[in-house]
């Protein structure tokens, strides 16, 4: 059903009057709507009419004795215009009577151009008979089948071009955006702006249940008959997802560098967090991780939205997430996250000093880069241990029950396994200087 609601006039638009401008219109039932041209078409104003049925145009010269020159041209421009004979001239007044639509105006008075449109809205009125929701709707995209009249409303410039006098036709339906401060999907209303329809309308799915409403146009609304209609729900069908990863960070000062800030991965193992946030129509759900980027091979599915992964492997690993509506017909794929870790290594020191009061120095670690077993244990030179440790970002103190040892020579063994699923077997001597001690 066609409603008809009342509405404010627009900013842009006003009224012809005696006080803006020395064009007037007479007769006419309904407000004259004034547009400002732009200076590229030569035209002072457009002026639109709800008919031209009993209107008159008048001009007041600015000189009270001049008889101002009535010129009137169609589409094809200012170059074609020929004189209006039926003017009447009453003092600085001249009017013309029966005024036509469709058309341009030129006024010369003396040395003055004034340069005019005058369109007749009744020629081009909005109707709008029904909305409906087509079958040929997908993933990506709505189809709306328009019955009613919304064609282009054209203008000529004075050197003949045509414009077009948009009609601000408006459509509104809601969808859904992800808010990153929220961290959720939020409602949001959409209105989009159609200079004109043709046929059909075509807008990106929506992704939640609406209903469309199309109402206008411009001109109607100024008028206060503005026609509105909306359409069945819609089944929201097109799916969509946000998704994020977030690695965990160590501070362990004798890791090596994991690479480049912001890349995800480095030295093993590393440990991601990755979520994901999905819109309405959503039922199927997947995080798959796989070693080749084209997923040939999946290796590893998680269903839940959120869940955390330690990769050990060196070289790179691919993550996405996957999402599917009911019955399969609408699929979404995330951004390919590519998580890359680096090959393994251990390099021992060979001297430190304990107990010192500056702080450098005095904790015996290896440097390490994805390391994701180890144990190491230090001895003395008559081969009692001082300390064990199966983290590669300990170290050893220097004491032994609590007290530093004497400087000298210790020894280690390490046995390790890379990321790369390199072994290592390493032994070496530790030299302690004693500062403090030997003097």
Known sequence: MN???????????CYASALASTVNFIGNRHPVIQEKAAASTGLNSIYVLYDTEGVSISYTASNGDSRPQWLVYDNRGGGFAVPVDN????????????A?????YIIEDGSTRT???????????????????SDESNCSSVKLDFSGNAEPIYYTTINGQQKELSRDIELSYSTLRFDTDAKNYILDDVTTQLDHILSDIYIDSPLTNTNFILSGDRFLKAWNEELQFETPIYHANSVSAYTEAEQLSRDNDNEQSSGSTGSLGGSAPVEIDFTAWVTDA?????????????????????NNLSFSHIFRDAGNTYVRFAAANADGTCTYYSTTYDISIG???IKCPNAFSPGTEDGVNDIWKVSYKSIISFECHIFNRWGQKMCSFNNPADGWDGKYKGKVVPS?????VIKAKGADGRSYNLKGDINIINYERSG
């Open 343 to 345: 090959e393994s290594d």
């Open 115 to 133: 340069y005019f449109w005058v369109t007749d809205y009744s020629k081009h009125r909005f109707t709008l008979n029904s909305l409906q929701l």
């Open 100 to 104: 036509a639509g469709d058309c341009g």
């Open 408 to 412: 000298g020579v210790y020894y280690y």
């Open 282 to 302: 959503v039922v199927f759900k997947e995080w798959q991780i796989a070693r080749d980027s084209e997923f040939d091979l999946i290796e590893f599915r998680e």
């Open 87 to 98: 003017i009447v001239y009453a003092g600085p007044v001249s009017t013309l009577n029966n």
């Open 3 to 13: 409603l008809r609601i009342p509405y404010i006039f627009l900013a842009i638009l």
